[in-house]
């Protein structure tokens, strides 16, 4: 069956610092998307990627997909208090699904 | 626009009991799916409607149903409740369904299993 890994399970960093969270699937896929969850709130989508080494930016926030399309990156600059909260991957299975989440804490 | 809604916001129940949790999706939208978000993990999907039609079902009992009204609305129903059904039950809506489309959640129902 599909098999998706979510890596880091936590993270703690110092304001300022950079973050990266990965997403590792055993098979190939058509689409994933990100989303974030803050503390006590509900999934908030912001980015999907499709194409195969898609890169794509918001702000501080940095997107990729693999060129094999089995993996997926979120990678956050000079992270600050706001980016607090756990961050999702969903690829897409023909299914809806979603990984484990890294849970980000930053200190100020 | 409202996004979406989900009522009630928090819920306690006994084991053996029944639970009903309702979703209104965006305006527009007319697929809801639901999941159960247990502390500390992802949200694991349990239905998806589209059209008043079931098109995905995730891998819990029969204990859990759901419908699509007419309006997009829909209903989760939990019967015979058991203290691991204590989660945050979120409802998402979609345009049409695909899996490649933005879900927008609600805010969820906190459902304690006592």
């Known amino acids: 069956g599909q098999q998706v890994m979510q890596i880091p399970q936590y993270q703690h960093v110092q304001e300022g610092e950079d973050f990266t969270t990965y997403c590792n699937s055993s098979?190939?896929?058509?689409?994933i998307q990100w989303y974030k969850q803050r503390p006590g709130g509900h999934p908030v989508f912001l980015i999907q990627?499709?194409?195969?080494?898609e890169v794509k930016k918001q702000k501080r926030l940095t997107f990729q997909f693999g060129e094999a399309k089995k993996n997926s990156s979120l990678h956050i600059t000079a992270t600050q208090t706001t980016d607090v909260g756990t961050y999702f991957c969903?690829?897409?299975?023909?299914?809806?699904?979603f990984g484990s989440g890294t849970k980000l804490n930053v200190k100020p | 626009d409202a996004g979406v809604t989900q009522s009630p916001t928090h819920l306690i129940k006994t084991r053996g009991q029944q639970v009903t949790l309702r979703c209104s999706p965006i305006?527009?939208?007319?697929?809801v799916s639901w999941y159960q978000q247990v502390l500390g993990q992802g949200p694991q999907f349990i239905f998806q409607?589209?059209?008043?039609?079931?098109?995905g079902r995730g891998n819990f009992p029969d204990r859990f149903s759901a419908r699509q009204f007419p309006n997009y609305s829909s209903e989760l129903n939990v019967n015979a409740l058991l203290l691991g059904d204590s989660a945050l039950y979120l409802c998402?809506?979609?345009?049409?369904?695909?899996?490649?489309?933005?879900?927008?959640f609600g805010p969820g129902t906190r459902l304690t299993v006592l």
């Open positions: 990627l499709v194409k195969s080494g």
């Open positions: 098979t190939t896929l058509s689409n």
């Open positions: 998402a809506s979609t345009y049409s369904g695909g899996a490649p489309d933005t879900q927008y």
């Open positions: 969903a690829p897409n299975f023909n299914k809806f699904y």
């Open positions: 305006s527009g939208h007319k697929s």
């Open positions: 409607y589209y059209e008043k039609e079931e098109r």
